[in-house]
Structures are given as structure tokens and as C-alpha cells.
């Protein structure tokens, strides 16, 4: 059986928990708990006619405190890039990221995932930002883990870029 290394970058409490648990065990919780280091969950998936192992990494999220581990990418076959679409700082630090990720593994595959989009009139995820992604090829997912709504979508289209 194919095995990826699914990662999974952000800020803090920008979702990627809550998006992973959705994906894996389809539950959503309102109670905020910090990830702290990492934590493995794994899926498996059946794509074409073929099982795959997906091994996904819950990477604590980055903050002013806090700096990554940048380790923790290597042997990843590509990540979710996390952030919150309240909350314009995590669309900065996602930025940070996708460029400090590039720098150290290389142009590996990744979604763009802009969570929270259940929080319609709170949202803060700015079209023209999202246009100037879209130009440079990177592929933008609005999600809700809360509800689901674009969870499945934002694996399936990491696995399908790994896979090629």
C-alpha cells in the first residue's frame, strides 16, 4: 500500500486540528484544545483502483511564542496550508509559511485551505489576495470543519497533487 506524509501548517487555532479530526473521524468540538508538538492520525483512501495511506501531521500552530520545528516536514509528500478567514494575521503567517516550507523542503504539493467560512459575516479573506494566489497557480480552498463543507475536497485535492 502507497503511504503519504500529510502535514499540516498554520497559526494557532486556525483550525488544522479540527479540520484533520472532521477528515479522519468525522467530529467536530467547539472545546479549544492547543496541539502541542505533533499528533499522527492516519487515513486510509482508495484512489482509482488503489489504497492509500494517508499519514497526517497536526503540527501546533506558529505564533509570536512559538517558532516550528521545521524538521517535522521532512519525508512529507505535501501539506495543507491553514488559516483562518476571520482572522487576517493567519492569512499573513500562512504566507510566512508556504515561503519558510519552500525554503526548506522545496516545491513540495500543497491546498491552500481558508477556514472558518461558516463564519460568513465575520469573513476577512480578501478577493483581491485570493486573485493574486489564483495567478500564481496556488490551488484555494474554502472550508468549515465545523460543518464539513469543503473538508473531503481539500484532502482529495492534496492527495490527487501527490500522486500527480
Known amino acids: 500500500m502507497l503511504q503519504k506524509k ?26 479549544y484544545h492547543t496541539t502541542v508538538g505533533v499528533k499522527i492520525s492516519k487515513k486510509v483512501v482508495r484512489v482509482n483502483d488503489s489504497e492509500v495511506k494517508l499519514v497526517l501531521w497536526d503540527l501546533y500552530g506558529e505564533d509570536g511564542f512559538q517558532q516550528m520545528h521545521w524538521q517535522y516536514l521532512q519525508g512529507a509528500s505535501g501539506y495543507l496550508l491553514v488559516a483562518d478567514g476571520t ?4 492569512l499573513d503567517k500562512a504566507l510566512a509559511l508556504e515561503q519558510k516550507a519552500r525554503e526548506v523542503v522545496g516545491a513540495l504539493p500543497f491546498v491552500f485551505v481558508v477556514n472558518k467560512c461558516d463564519l ?6 480578501d478577493a483581491t489576495l485570493e486573485a493574486q494566489l489564483a495567478a500564481k497557480n496556488w490551488t484555494i480552498l474554502r472550508s468549515s ?3 464539513g463543507e469543503g473538508v473531503n475536497e481539500a484532502f482529495a485535492s492534496l492527495t490527487g497533487k501527490m500522486l500527480g
Open 145 to 147: 470543519a465545523k460543518t
Open 6 to 31: 500529510i502535514c499540516m501548517l498554520g497559526a494557532f487555532a486556525v483550525g488544522k486540528t479540527s479540520l484533520v479530526r472532521r477528515y479522519v473521524e468525522s467530529i467536530f468540538s467547539d472545546a
Open 87 to 90: 482572522r487576517p494575521a493567519t
Open 120 to 125: 460568513a459575516d465575520d469573513w476577512a479573506f
